[in-house]
């Protein structure tokens, strides 16, 4: 079986009752539903959290005042073609372009796909290596896209050869939904070569609900912790698939349970015809609060928000902590507010 791609094959597989006005959806933004992401779905719920997050809809065509394009700036910062150099310590390199699935809320959905910006030419790889080399400061390496695992072992191998020789780089990152969309392709050849730079290397496994959390995808996530991969989670908050403190709880707790220690809650993003998936930044901090008492330590999540603009990631749920001249309201985990420090007591 291969990925949906086609409105009609929406059509055929239930998800979509009729073509109605999906066809110019489709025209603006790729669709790839994997097998492992159809067998998630539930047809009959018209609200499931994962048909959400996969299958497009008629609001995509809707684009707000204030959405744009490249949302986090990538474009303007970016030396040559296929790294992004925004802080001095790391750059994301972009070999692909190309997703196992296409998330309806992404934010490079303007550059992702097949209309997208293609895959680096071997020219093009071999010019970011070398501006990697060239910069001494860059401590770190994050492969993303795109989806750095859509490629093949093979690939991914002369990739990791080539960073191997870069001494000043120390840590290798990748940022995936493969173990979560595709956990067939996390085998031991994959693994192997994930990790041949023989650098420190981190994965970062994109999900939004606990249900993608499957025990095929675990299958995985052991063989990479088994290989000496490190993982952490990415997800985002979404209206109508985990902006509730039950379900972002469970997810959280899905992770630690994955031997996946929770990263980052990205805010989502001003990517174009994406309002629909929208919460404000009021209840993404509500949500975030409260699951500081609901929930382990180790579950907690850094909730970020990526400054339109190119100008990087902020930590906005440290609005717990609110004041100035040495004194602050913290607000506990049950909305309680706190002088700090104390007053009168
Ligand atoms: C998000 C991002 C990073 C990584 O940021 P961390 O806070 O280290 O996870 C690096 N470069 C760019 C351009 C980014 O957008
Ligand atoms: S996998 Fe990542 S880059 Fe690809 S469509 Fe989903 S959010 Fe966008």
């Known amino acids: 079986m291969s990925a949906l791609k086609t409105v009609r094959g929406l059509v055929e597989a239930g998800l979509v009752k009729e073509e109605s006005g999906l066809d110019a959806v489709a025209e603006k933004y790729a669709i790839s539903i994997t097998p492992a992401v159809l067998a998630l779905i539930d047809p009959n719920d018209p609200n499931d959290p994962i048909a959400r997050q996969y299958v497009p ?9 204030e959405e744009r394009a490249d949302p986090i700036g990538d474009l303007t910062h970016s030396p040559v073609e296929g790294i992004v150099h925004r802080y001095p310590d790391r750059v994301l390199l972009k070999a692909v372009h190309v997703c196992p699935v296409y998330c309806r ?3 490079r959905r303007e ?19 070398a501006y990697i080399a060239a910069h001494e400061e860059i401590w770190e390496v994050i492969l993303t896209g795109g989806d750095p ?22 840590v290798v990152r990748f940022h995936t939904r493969v173990p979560v ?6 085998d031991a050849e994959m693994v192997e070569a994930l990790t041949a730079s023989g ?18 995808a675990r299958t995985g996530f052991d063989l990479l912790i088994a290989g000496g991969v490190v ?10 698939v985990n ?14 349970e994955n031997r996946i220690r929770p990263y980052y809650l990205h805010h989502p993003d001003l990517a174009p015809g994406t309002g629909h998936f929208r919460v404000s930044i009021e209840d993404g901090q509500r949500l975030v609060t409260a699951l500081r008492g609901r929930i382990s330590g180790l579950c907690q999540p850094t909730y970020v928000l990526d400054i339109p603009g190119g100008h990087g990631k902020a930590d906005i749920g440290a609005a717990a902590l609110v004041g100035s001249d040495g004194c602050f309201t913290v607000r506990d985990w049950q909305g309680g507010e706190h002088a700090y420090p104390p007053v009168g007591d």
């Open 243 to 256: 902006d509730d403190a039950e379900t972002l709880a469970a997810l959280m707790r899905g992770f630690v």
């Open 105 to 107: 809320f992404c934010f």
């Open 149 to 170: 695992l859509v490629l093949s072992p093979r690939r991914l191998h002369v990739i990791m050869e080539k960073l191997a020789g870069i001494a000043h780089v120390k």
């Open 199 to 216: 650098k420190t290397t981190y994965l970062a496994v994109h999900a939004n609900h606990p249900r993608e959390l499957t025990a095929l």
């Open 111 to 129: 550059m992702v796909g097949p209309q997208g910006l293609g895959t680096l030419t071997a020219g093009e790889l071999d010019a970011a290596i």
């Open 57 to 65: 809809a008629p609001e995509e065509l809707v684009t707000t005042a």
């Open 181 to 186: 969309v595709e956990p067939e392709r996390i």
């Open 231 to 240: 993982l952490i989670s990415q997800s985002v908050l979404l209206a109508g």
